[in-house]
């Protein structure tokens, strides 16, 4: 059929025209097209998973080594010879307008070649077909997402202080004390404390570094008008943890009985089948008790681990299992927590959280280039591959909070050019999501000065171009940093 001008031959499901483009009803669905060995729009995975243009003249390349797989994209399609991602895709026409398909509901994969864009889903499910400008046809597909999986932001997002990228998780309750002290006088409105607080990964009691236990930072918290907020991995667990320990049956293993790795970090980590009924009291056990202490904001990390390939007791789909913990992890946590995912498959969170990571980590250097060009692995921590990936994940701000990490201001322990730190400071005054690291006691008068007015400006922001953004008086495009 024509679309646009153009001659597509749709195979695999029946079609009916809707506003935008067309509905396609079916498992799998196969859309034949003239524009060759043209650029691929991929759509990763999960938060840290590579989005951006890709070229189908060159293959994609496995990252390196396969052992960081599981962490860094969806590890069903490590080895895949040709280019996809999760839930939509696109080749770019001949006049810069794109051919999309995205499906509306979670588990499904689009994947490209020079003559097709074919999509296939865990079950029958309906697509988006549409042909059009990238900022048309993803802001189309964003209003059919929200009817289908929902909408929850009613509210700005909080402007957030985390202890990661200035402490990592050499974090202890005199030290974050302190900072709290510190930050009288600059207009945040969360204090997170992120890994480093913990006895274990998937042992969630404070170490001996907090030894007034986690109640003691929430009140604090409080006291200065901040909501209390902590960093959990949930759906995963070191094999040195009691939980591990205790109960090895809990764990995710694949068709051959064996246990399924979920990443490297800390020495390595497990998933946890999260269709096991008692893994799911434990869950929402875990969240109960994370709520007592008083903690109103929950950055749920490492969430991919529950929709890793295996062997489930349940028999449901991998992010259909995801979904379902997630939303008992939401319903533990009550309406008024704020819940940001990240390492989150990200169809399959859309309507279940307030926030979303949509990026790998920032660092305070520019590039991690051996990892992103020898091992290509995209999703290692840098500025420029938190940049790269944010930007093509914009689109989903109508539909989530988007959250591209943190933004500098210190130039104290920082690689980062006044130009990279302000470019980092723009991406995140353009998602609507504004986060620093950067403790008091390293920043100066001046640095401290910006700081504050970053947090309190509110500049009317509109996109004049792929990349290029108004924010308020001032022209920005982030194109020259791509």
Not at 59 to 86: K, T
Not at 155 to 160: C, G, I, M
Request: hydrophobic residues 40%; charged residues 20%.
């Amino acid at each position: 059929m024509q679309i646009q001008g153009y001659e597509f031959n749709i195979s695999g499901g029946r079609l009916e025209e809707t506003l935008g483009g067309y509905l396609l009803h079916g498992k799998q669905v196969q859309i034949g097209h003239p524009f060759g060995r043209t650029m691929f729009f991929k759509h990763g995975w999960q938060s840290w998973s590579e989005a951006a243009w890709v070229s189908l003249k060159e293959n994609p390349r496995p990252i390196l080594p396969p052992e960081r797989r599981p962490q860094c994209d969806d590890p069903a399609y490590a080895l895949s010879p040709v280019h996809g991602g999760s839930g939509l895709g696109g080749v770019e026409g001949f006049d810069g307008r794109m051919l999309f398909l995205g499906a509306l509901r979670p588990g499904a994969r689009v994947e490209a070649d020079r003559l097709n864009l074919k999509g296939h889903a865990e079950h029958e499910t309906t697509w988006f077909l549409a042909y059009g400008s990238f900022a048309e046809v993803l802001s189309r597909y964003g209003e059919l997402l929200a009817n289908t999986l929902g909408v929850r932001h009613p509210q700005p997002a909080p402007r957030v202080w985390c202890s990661w990228y200035s402490y990592y998780s050499d974090i202890s309750e005199s030290q974050l004390l302190q900072t709290i002290a510190g930050l009288q006088g600059l207009p945040f409105e969360v204090f997170q404390v992120d890994d480093g607080w913990q006895q274990n990964m998937g042992d969630w009691e404070p170490n001996h570094k907090f030894p007034s236990g986690m109640s003691a930072i929430a009140l604090r918290a409080q006291s200065q008008g901040l909501t209390p907020g902590l960093w959990l991995a949930p759906f995963i667990a070191r094999p040195s943890s009691s939980l591990f320990k205790e109960h090895p049956d809990w764990f995710l293993r694949d068709e051959q009985g064996e246990l399924v790795s979920a990443g490297t970090n800390w020495g390595g980590f497990y998933a946890l089948d999260v269709t096991l009924p008692a893994v799911q009291d434990w869950l929402r056990s875990l969240i109960q008790t994370v709520r007592g202490w008083g903690y109103r904001y929950l950055k749920l990390d490492f969430l991919y681990a529950a929709a890793l390939p295996g062997k489930r007791s349940g028999g449901a789909s991998r992010e259909e299992a995801y979904r379902e913990a997630l939303r008992i992890l939401r319903e533990a946590a009550g309406e008024d927590v704020y819940i940001l995912a990240c390492g989150a498959p990200i169809i399959a969170s859309l309507g279940l959280v307030d926030g979303l990571r949509i990026g790998p980590d920032v660092a305070p250097y520019w590039d991690n280039e051996d990892r992103r060009v020898f091992l290509h692995d995209p999703t290692g921590p840098s500025a420029y591959n938190a940049l790269r990936t944010s930007l093509h994940r914009l689109w989903l701000r109508p539909l989530v909070h988007t959250d591209p990490d943190v933004a500098y201001f210190r130039t104290r322990y920082n690689l980062l050019t006044p130009a990279q730190r302000a470019v980092l400071q723009d991406l995140a005054l353009v998602s609507g999501f504004k986060a620093t690291s950067d403790p008091p006691e390293w920043l100066d008068g001046e640095e401290r000065e910006q700081l504050r007015e970053w947090l309190e400006a509110t500049p009317p922001i509109t996109q004049t171009g792929p990349y290029a953004f108004k924010i308020g008086e001032r022209e920005v495009d982030f194109s020259s940093w791509l």
